[in-house]
């Protein structure tokens, strides 16, 4: 049974079904982490839980210190990690309240600290990213969702911009013909951070609202507040339902 981490974003700063065990704090060579560490127990496997956006959510996207997080998660023990994420909606079947699974990224951001490969004394490491999320890890979600016969998407390419500004709508329609369907800030450095640490990752993305220019009016918080609230109680219920079924779907020789 591998010990799952939860970067909680926008709108998951807790999840209340799990039993505390305790608060974490720590310290690594790239500073401090959003938040501590929660380390708590659901049906008899170890859950870490950290909040991207820090707890109570003050750090904006391009000011998360992705490396020290992912350091932090190393560090408490997590085997795989299921990230969080709010975005925005690109293509038709993207619509708000809804989940996706995503299967590839594109980085729009810049100026982050991307990597743990970056000192000049140390031999240049390339790794694989063709497949950034875990493909079992997204598998097992998906059928979990599908058993609780949630109405999620199970694919889509998640594009990750700087923020914290939302996009223009021609850089929406840019994405698009990219291949975007999805629109966040944090997908990355996050995700190739956790390969390089050799941590299995997948996305649970929770639209939020139609992405710029898809729909009639602008952006609001009260509509994104609104769909995060739907969207992050079937997040909730999916989670638990994973961390009910994951020992089954397991080698029980993998541990
Ligand atoms: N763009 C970028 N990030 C987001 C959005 C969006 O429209 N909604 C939620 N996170």
């Not at 223009?168 to 369907?181: F, K, L, P, Y």
Request: net charge negative; proline share 6%; hydrophobic share 35%.
């Amino acid at each position: 049974m591998k010990t799952t981490a939860i970067i909680g974003g926008s709108g998951l700063t807790q999840i209340e079904s799990i039993n505390i065990i305790e608060q974490k704090t720590y310290q690594t060579p790239y500073g401090s982490p959003s938040s501590a560490c929660t380390i708590g127990e659901f049906n008899g496997q170890k859950i870490i839980f950290l909040a991207r956006h820090g707890d109570p959510h003050t750090i904006a996207p391009h000011k998360i210190n992705y490396r020290a997080n992912l350091w932090a998660l190393k560090q408490a023990g997590a085997e795989q990690i299921i990230a969080v994420a709010a975005v925005g909606g690109i293509t038709p079947e993207m619509y708000p309240a809804r989940i996706a699974i995503p299967e590839q990224i594109i980085d729009y951001s810049y100026g982050r600290k991307h990597t743990f490969f970056a000192e000049d004394s140390e031999a240049v490491h390339h790794i694989d990213f063709t497949n950034p999320y875990d493909p079992d890890l997204r598998q097992q979600i998906i059928q979990n969702a599908e058993n609780l016969q949630l109405n999620i998407q199970a694919d889509g390419v998640y594009g990750c911009t700087q923020g914290p500004r939302l996009e223009t709508s021609a850089e929406i329609t840019r994405m698009q013909r990219d291949g975007c369907d999805l629109v966040g800030m944090t997908g990355m450095p996050e995700a190739a951070l956790a390969r390089e640490l050799e941590i299995p990752y997948a996305c649970i993305a929770v639209i939020a609202n139609w992405a710029a220019g898809k729909s009639a009016g602008e952006i609001t918080m009260p509509e994104i507040i609104k769909n995060l609230e739907q969207g992050m109680a079937d997040t909730k219920q999916l989670l638990q339902q994973f961390f009910l079924t994951t020992p089954s779907l397991q080698d029980p020789t993998d541990d």
